[in-house]
Structure formats: C-alpha cells, structure tokens
C-alpha cells in the first residue's frame, strides 16, 4: 500500500441546497482510511442551511467556493478541478454529496486502478433507500439509443450477478476517480450542458480517445440518494409529472451530445427524435397535455440544434 500513500485526492463535490444530506456526506469522507486529500466543495448560490452547515465544519482540508449564482453542474465540477490540479492533486474524486459510503472506498479505488493499470474508476452503486438494489453496476453506451449509457442492473436485487472488476464505458459522476491526465489528455468538462449528459459527454470523449480506461468494481458499500437533489419529477394529486427543467436540459442536451458525436447516423438520429419526442408527448403519460409543455419539448429541441 505504500503506493497508494503517495497519491492525492482533490473530492470536487458541488452543493445547492444540499443542507438534508451534507452532513452524513461529510462524516463518510472525513472517516476514510485514505487521509490525503482536499475536498473542494463548489455551492451553486444555495438559499437553506447548506452553508452555515459547511461552516461549523473547522477541518482545514474543506475547501469552500461561493457561488453568487447557479453557474451548473459542468461549470462547477470544472471549478473544482482546476483548484485541485492547482494543489499538485493526482487525481480528482467528482462526487455527489447525496451519498454515503465504507471507510474504505478511498484505498479501494486507487488499489483497483493501480492493480487494473486504469485512469478512471467507478464503484457499484446502490439506492440508498433500498439498499438491496442496484442503481449502477457498469454502463455501455446503446447506439440504437442515440448514444445513451444504459447503467446495468438499474432496479435489480443485487444477487453477485456483476460482482468482479471490469472495464465499462460510461461513468456518472456521483463517484469517479480520475487521474490529472485525463483532464490533460480529454480536457474538462464542457459547460454548455447545465446539467445532464456532462458525464455522459465526458465518458464518451475518453471512451473515443481510447488511451485511458475506465474500470468499475463491486467490492464495495456505497449508497446513493437518488432524485434527492435534482428534481427531475414533480408529484401531483393526478399523478407524476416531468418537471420543465428536466424536459428542458434533457432535450436540447442530448441534441447537443449527438451533433458533437457527429456523424450521418447520429444526424439520422436528431432527426428521428423530433418525431419520438412529439410522440412521447401524446403517448406518455408523465407528461402533462398542454401547450406550455408541447412548445418547451419543441423548443428545448431547436435549442440544442443551436447549440
């Protein structure tokens, strides 16, 4: 392990209105077996307790970076990474604050990236209000998707069926332990997205450059609040609906994601997706029928045309 002692970890961990799950964040982080590391933590303009929480914490590794407004998650974890690479960090930890993990998932990761010769690494996740079943075990990207990653196992009772270490393909960045090169090789995450496939464009620009790899493993306690800080559904006496801001960053992001992909098929695909979406409108029921979410579906659409 003495390897391992020489690495340093920059957490890049972006808050915003994070006062519910900040705390039991920071109690998994500071209790790990690895110690060297800094932990910058980016608030995007939060209005509750978020920061006054942040404040009772004195440990001299928190670094904290006021935002006066919500600049996004892509522009804040970038943030992040550059005052890490800044800090002579070897590598950088982006994760989401909704979590809570082992005293070990810091060693874990850099074992398994030394022993595997990779740059980029990725736990098993589980839902942390159902422990037993998976939210990610390992993503590919599904052409016939339109280039989505499909996270593996989502939903599923954890029965050993992924356990091992293997390489994968795409990585969210709720837990993704990344070597400075990478950033150096790839560059850094591309601010254009808000919020929503800035990992998804990150895994796949290091997936088609090919000279780092990505590998996830299993041996490990880790727990997600999923859907706690982004509010993708919004619950009504009539059912559940998407929210406008999720419709809004979805659609136009993956429109911008494929014309960056490229490429007559991914043309294609931009293509037959002005049809899906308008047809997913009528035939899908978590969308609600009006006008107001019709033209934000078209609109978000041409959005990203433009982007």
């Known amino acids: 392990y003495k390897f391992i002692r020489m690495e340093k970890i920059g957490l890049v961990t972006i808050t915003y209105n994070s006062s519910d799950v900040i705390r039991d964040f920071l109690d998994s982080t500071l209790s790990q077996t690895f110690q060297n590391f800094v932990i910058y933590i980016i608030d995007n303009n939060s209005q509750d307790d978020t920061l006054e929480i942040l404040k009772e914490n004195t440990d001299s590794r928190i670094k904290l970076v006021q935002n006066k407004k919500n600049f996004g998650v892509a522009r804040a974890n970038n943030q992040g990474i550059e005052l890490a690479l800044k800090d002579n960090c070897t590598q950088v930890l982006i994760i989401n604050n909704d979590v809570e993990f082992e005293k070990q998932l810091f060693d874990k990761m850099i074992k398994i990236q030394k022993d595997n010769n990779c740059s980029l690494v990725v736990p098993k996740m589980m839902y942390f209000d159902n422990p037993d079943y998976i939210w990610y075990a390992g993503s590919t990207f599904v052409k016939k998707k339109g280039f989505l990653p499909i ?76 859907g706690s800080l982004t509010k993708s559904v919004e619950k009504e006496k009539k059912g559940e609906y998407r929210g406008d801001f999720f419709i809004k960053q979805n659609t136009r992001n993956h429109i911008y994601f494929l014309k960056k992909i490229g490429g007559i098929y991914a043309y294609l695909f931009i293509l037959f997706l002005f049809f899906k979406n308008n047809l997913r409108f009528i035939l899908n029921s978590n969308f609600r029928k009006n006008f107001h979410t019709w033209k934000l579906i078209n609109k978000s659409y041409f959005e990203g045309l433009m982007m």
């Open 151 to 226: 996270h593996k196992g989502i939903k599923q009772k954890d029965t050993s069926q992924f356990d091992g270490v293997y390489p994968v393909e795409y990585a969210p960045t709720c837990c993704l332990l990344i070597k400075k090169e990478v950033f150096l090789d790839i560059g850094m995450m591309d601010e254009r997205y808000f919020v929503y496939f800035d990992d998804t464009d990150f895994s796949y620009r290091v997936l088609r450059d090919g000279r780092h790899k990505l590998f996830f493993f299993s041996d490990i306690k880790f727990y997600h609040k999923v």
